[in-house]
Nanobody, 114 residues
């Protein structure tokens, strides 16, 4: 299983970014995916998740601003981030738990300037 995240960058507060995660080696129809983030000196935290049936969950801090989606055909997972805040600055990681094993992609840096 491999996960490749992309789409990070530098954006001003109030702006938007769309992260993309390309998954390989998985049956995307049965895998659940999540986006996590880790800010300097902080623990890694769950930002959003999407189950195989499409059920979505969000951290309270991003509810209403971020949206997770999936494309099972192309085995991609997206995180649309709107109204970004400096507190959203972190390295963002794509994650899947597949047949009981956790898999992480390399992170993509998101920096929000005030």
């Amino acid at each position: 299983v491999q996960l490749q995240a992309s789409g990070g960058g530098l954006v001003q507060a109030g702006g938007s970014l769309r992260l993309s995660c390309a998954a390989s080696g998985v049956n995307a129809k049965i895998a659940a995916f999540g986006w996590y983030r880790q800010a300097p000196g902080q623990q890694r935290e769950l930002v959003a998740s999407i189950a195989s049936d499409g059920t979505k969950n969000y951290a309270d801090s991003v509810q209403g601003r971020f949206a997770i989606s999936r494309d099972n055909v192309w085995r991609r997972v997206y995180l649309q981030m709107n109204t970004l805040e400096p507190e959203d600055t972190a390295v963002y990681y794509c994650h899947t738990q597949y047949y009981g094993r956790h898999h992480w992609g390399k992170g993509t840096q998101v920096t929000v300037s005030s």
